[in-house]
């Protein structure tokens, strides 16, 4: 149906979307090119008469595939039934406004609505118990920024079954697809030409709360992921003195191997950028203040509450905080001590490089470990069965971690289903053991040379912990019992037995308690 964006047409529109924002309008557009018929609500009009504008002057016509509605009363009437309406709007309270606007608008208790934001996972834990008088609560949670939403996102649906048997197709049609022989993205950024074949990036994750957990998830190893480039650019940047167009040469290089991207790829395009005003390097121009709208806050939060070691995306998130203190460290500058150490010369630069990108990629092997280890855990928790070689291969395309590497990580999974950590897996393992004494290097030239990279390092600690069979927690249970009598397990006795020694007592008997 094609629409001169005038009337408001009844029960014919197969999807409604609310929310017209960055996202919003570009996974309408993208569900347009796959042939489903839109109908689009904002509250601000002039988006709603942008998107009708934008489909009309993409498609060079004089209509536009877009159903433009100005009420939920109009949006609900435009769609057929059972409807699905998909919300992109921000997190949190607008999401339950929204709902309980679409009741008061007439939504039926058949009816889908999908909530596609960054959504807390236990709020749609909730959200589905609240509502489930009123319509089928779903959620997809959606990777890839603008582009991704417009020409296929990475989806991580999540929610009933009978409510994904009714809007898988329609995810499945929309998500980024995947050359199934090589595990590489097929791309496209032409309007009205979507991808229709190979594997699409959407896979149904589980009961509500999943979907949204495991995005939490992808996105807490995206700022580890994020961190440790920053770090690797800042050692060439300090440590070798290179220029940013330099690092940008190196991690097109780098974009060949292992390494190999988006993430990457993205950071040499912004190191090689010029400022328009003074023609200096961008980077050097942008504020060195980090934003976050808090999914990687909320993933180190989930790691500490659930046990589940996960030190470098922590790390990002606190080399995030710590770069808002950007007074405060121009203050420090002035009156704290770094080395005394000269740059690393020359002749030196070729070795050092080839030493960080095996560091780039040992400490990518840990802070992807912890990811798994972490959602391995809540799923434990939740009682969710995660298929993580699944949730690997929806992560190849579409979304901002998407990298070659993720495939090692599917196929890691599907050897062994029940890998208790990746860094066991016979390939990473074996990856670690050769490449290890690189990463070793470059974090002792960085602690030498006074460059931070607390990512980098906090892997190295992950990984070396990891492997180690005693840790001095044991000396530290001492200490809990020396001084608040926390009691300790005893190698040599089953661990369920509990030990005391009474250590004001000069002679410090040992009691079973
Ligand atoms: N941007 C990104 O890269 C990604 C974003 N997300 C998530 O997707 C969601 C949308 O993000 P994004 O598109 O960037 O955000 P935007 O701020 O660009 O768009 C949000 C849209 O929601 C509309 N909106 C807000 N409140 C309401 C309401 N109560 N009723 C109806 N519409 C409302 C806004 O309307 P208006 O401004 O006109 O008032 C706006 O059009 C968020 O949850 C975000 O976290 C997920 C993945 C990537
Ligand atoms: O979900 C996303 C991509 O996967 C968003 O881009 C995310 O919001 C970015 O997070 P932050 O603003 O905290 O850096």
Redesign the pocket.
């Given at each position: 149906m094609q629409n001169s964006g005038g009337s408001e047409p009844k029960n014919s529109c197969d999807i409604g979307v609310i929310g017209l924002g960055v996202m919003g309008k570009n996974l309408a557009l993208n569900l347009a090119d796959h042939g489903y018929q839109v109908a689009c609500f904002d509250l601000d009009a002039k988006r709603i008469d942008a998107i009708v504008a934008q489909d009309k002057k993409e498609n060079g016509a004089e209509s536009s595939r877009i159903v433009p509605v100005h009420t939920l009363k109009a949006l609900r009437s435009a769609l057929v039934s059972p409807a699905v309406i998909l919300l992109s709007i921000p997190a949190g309270k607008p999401v339950d406004q929204v709902c309980e606007q679409l009741i008061e608008a007439g939504i039926n208790t058949d009816d889908v609505i999908i909530d596609t934001g960054?959504s807390l996972w236990s709020d749609s834990v909730a959200r589905e118990q609240r509502f489930a008088d009123n319509f089928l609560f779903f959620t997809t949670a959606v990777?890839g920024?603008e582009v991704g939403a417009r020409f296929g996102p990475s989806l991580m649906p999540s929610g009933s079954e009978q409510a994904w048997e009714r809007v898988g197709p329609m995810l499945k049609a929309i998500a980024a697809k995947v050359d199934p022989d090589t595990g590489k993205p097929i791309e496209t950024t032409t309007p009205g030409q979507p991808v229709k074949d190979g594997e699409p990036c959407a896979a149904y994750i589980g009961p509500n709360g999943a979907g949204h957990y495991v995005k939490m998830v992808?996105?807490g190893i995206?700022y580890a992921d994020m961190q440790l480039i920053c770090e690797a650019y800042q050692i060439m940047r300090v440590a070798l003195a290179m220029s940013p167009s330099e690092i940008a040469a190196v991690f097109r290089r780098w974009n060949q191997g292992a390494l190999d991207s988006y993430l990457i790829e993205i950071s040499a395009e912004v190191l090689d950028q010029t400022d328009p005003e003074t023609q200096a390097p961008l980077v050097d121009v942008i504020l060195d203040k980090a934003?976050?709208?808090?999914?990687?806050l909320w993933t180190a939060v989930s790691a500490l509450q659930t046990g589940s070691p996960a030190q470098t995306i922590a790390q990002a998130v606190f080399a995030r905080s710590l770069s808002a203190l950007k007074d405060e460290r121009v203050e420090a500058e002035k009156v704290l001590a770094g080395p005394a150490v000269e740059t690393v010369s020359e002749t030196q630069r070729e070795t050092v490089i080839k030493q960080l990108e095996h560091a780039l990629y040992c400490s990518k092997i840990c802070a992807y470990a912890q990811g798994f280890q972490l959602m391995k855990a809540a799923a434990a928790e939740q009682g969710w069965t995660l298929h993580f070689a699944e949730i690997a291969k929806i992560w190849r395309a579409g979304?901002?971690i998407r990298a070659v590497f993720l495939q090692s990580i599917s196929n890691a999974f599907d050897r062994d289903i029940e890998l208790p950590n990746l860094l066991v897996d016979p390939f990473f393992a074996e990856q670690i053991a050769t490449h290890q004494q690189d990463w070793r290097a470059t974090v002792a030239l960085s602690a030498v040379q006074g460059v931070a990279c607390p990512a980098m390092m906090s892997a190295l600690s992950y990984y070396d912990s990891y492997r180690t069979a005693v840790l001095p927690a044991n000396l530290l249970q001492g200490q809990r019992d020396f001084f608040g009598a926390h009691t300790f397990s005893r190698t040599d006795k089953p661990a369920g037995e509990k030990y005391h020694i009474e250590w004001s007592d000069p002679s410090r008997p040992l009691q079973l308690i």
């Open positions: 960054n990777s920024g992808h996105n995206e934003g976050m709208k808090g999914t990687g979304c901002i």
